[in-house]
């Protein structure tokens, strides 16, 4: 090999070495953990009888342990809570429209009319949802509650209110005081 081979070599060997000319770095990932389960595997070829059947049972004592945990992980985090609820407790899952209602006047009452919008909001639907004998979720969407709540054009036109109240752009007292009104209405028309 001439020295201008050499080195025309030694250029080709160091362009093919570059990050571009090698395998993308999930196939070195695996082959790397190819290559060291045949090394682990080959050494435990070699291994005798005895040897061979500790070695199953830490690994089987090691693979019971990892499914009892997520066993019980899964099964923590699907039951339901099996301690008794103070009376407290259930008052604070639950919210009762009284509260709520003294919550959206003193939101209020400091001018935060988006933020009062809100509780005026869920302390109607509480109300009318234990007229009904609907249980309360406070997940369920205002929307959502006048489709599971009996047909009601004011209630409609309450929720309209209170969203534009919470959502609109330049909220105020004036439309806070037409939710109240709203409100007033459909607790007269419904006692």
Same mark, same amino acid.
Request: charged share 20%.
């Given at each position: 090999?001439t020295p201008e081979d050499a080195a025309t070599y ?10 571009? $000319? ?23 070829? /070699? #291994? ?5 059947? *500790?070695?199953?049972? *830490?690994?089987?004592? *090691?693979?019971?342990?990892?499914? !009892?945990?997520?066993?019980?992980? $899964? /099964?923590?985090? %699907? ?12 008052? *604070?899952?639950?919210? &009762?429209?009284? &509260? ?23 302390? #109607?639907?509480?109300? !009318? ?7 309360? @979720?406070?997940? %369920? ?14 209630? &409609?036109? $309450? &929720?309209?209110?209170?969203? @534009? ?10 439309? $806070?005081?037409?939710? %109240? ?11």
């Open positions: 090999m030694a250029h080709l060997r160091e362009i093919l070495a570059s990050e571009e $000319f090698k395998p993308p770095m999930a196939d070195r990932f695996w082959e790397g953990i190819i290559n060291a389960l045949k090394w682990l595997f080959g050494h435990l070829a /070699g #291994l005798g009888r005895v040897d061979s059947f *500790v070695v199953a049972l *830490v690994a089987g004592g *090691v693979l019971l342990a990892l499914s !009892l945990r997520a066993w019980r992980l $899964f /099964g923590r985090s %699907v039951a339901p809570s099996r301690q008794p609820q103070s009376e407290a407790e259930s008052h *604070v899952r639950a919210p &009762t429209a009284p &509260t709520l209602a003294e919550r959206a006047n003193a939101l209020a009452i400091a001018g935060l009319w988006r933020d009062a919008a809100r509780p005026l909001h869920q302390a #109607l639907l509480v109300q !009318l949802c234990a007229r009904a004998g609907i249980e309360w @979720r406070d997940a %369920v969407s205002d929307w959502e509650w006048l489709s599971r709540l009996p047909p009601s054009p004011p209630l &409609t036109e $309450f &929720t309209r209110s209170a969203e @534009r109240l919470a959502f609109g752009q330049r909220p105020d007292a004036a439309q $806070f005081a037409n939710c %109240v009104r709203l409100y007033d209405e459909l607790m007269g028309e419904r006692a």
